[in-house]
């Protein structure tokens, strides 16, 4: 047996079948077919189960699992320990949200790939919520207020919210002076959110209405530069849309809480370098950006 058949089947597993491994692992289905069954000829027994549903581990391959993840684990470690110094190679499968992944973090990963010529990265945009787990990610980037959950999350640095309308909407239908007047207002939304606000000290909630709503973050800029209402949205998507008025931040009296630009990996005792390193990048890359800078450099 070698290494590849070993990560193969440990995708396999993690992915319940041979169609999303393939997909992780960037080869066809016949090449992880034969890489499996090399595998169970070597070891004289059958680890998965194949249906039409997908592959599901037997008793043996249950076992079995579990130590031959350590061992690719084990590899990549000493993979890195020998390269020259600085040098990454391998795969890094990332998340990034779509709202604004393409634009804002985009660039930062092809510097990455630029400064590590044998790292291979593979990047999912998506606005969805990915099970980095289950479905096979080193790590994702968030942003917002964070869940809790059992993943390790770094922060990379501040991410500052702002309440914004066209011009015209203020012009047509006012500005809100306080959070209990956005009742009378028409909210851009992604859902049934609850949106917050600082008196102070003090956290007020508000459940705003509205009949214009979009799972993405750059459809609500449009909508809001349409004045079809207010959004609550990231200063780093509204940034060149405040910049040249199109848009124009209102209640500022009651900004609301600043969230953050996280990297987050599923559990264990050391980050692999290769997050190490992206997440060291992340961080220097997020302080020279305008994209991200506070309210007043805006």
Not at 42 to 70: K, P, S, V, W
Not at 126 to 147: H, K, N, P, T
Request: glycine share 8%.
């Amino acid at each position: 047996m070698d290494i590849e058949e070993l990560q193969t089947f440990v995708e396999v597993a993690d992915a319940g079948g041979v169609s999303p491994a393939a997909l992780r692992l960037g080869v066809s289905k016949s090449i992880v077919s034969r890489r499996l069954t090399r595998l169970e000829a070597d070891l004289g027994i059958q680890l998965l189960a194949r249906t039409t549903r997908g592959a599901a581990l037997t008793e043996a391959g249950a076992t079995f699992r579990d130590y031959a993840a350590r061992v690719c684990a084990e590899i990549d470690v000493a993979r890195e320990t020998i390269l020259p110094a600085g040098a990454l190679r391998g795969r890094l499968r990332i998340a990034v949200p779509l709202s604004f992944g393409p634009t804002h973090f985009a660039p930062m990963l092809a510097e990455m790939a630029r400064r590590h010529p044998q790292l291979h990265i593979q990047t999912c945009y998506s606005d969805r919520f990915v099970d980095l787990i289950a479905e096979g990610f080193d790590c994702a980037i968030r942003v917002g207020y964070l869940q809790d959950s059992n993943l390790i999350a770094r922060c990379i640095g501040p991410i500052y919210v702002s309440l914004v309308a066209s011009p015209d909407y203020v012009k047509a239908h006012g500005s809100p002076e306080s959070p209990e007047e956005l009742a009378a207002h028409e909210a851009l939304m992604q859902g049934t959110e609850a949106w917050q606000f600082m008196d102070g000290d003090k956290t007020i909630t508000v459940r705003p209405q509205g009949r214009f709503k979009a799972d993405n973050g750059t459809a609500l800029v449009a909508a809001a530069t349409e004045g079809l209402g207010i959004a609550y949205l990231p200063d780093c998507l509204t940034y060149e849309q405040v910049t040249s008025g199109a848009l124009v931040p209102i209640m500022t009296r009651y900004p609301p809480p600043s969230a953050g630009a996280y990297v987050v990996r599923p559990p264990g005792q050391h980050p692999a370098r290769k997050i190490r390193i992206l997440t060291e990048l992340l961080i220097e890359s997020f302080g020279q950006s305008p994209y991200f800078a506070g309210p007043a450099s805006i």
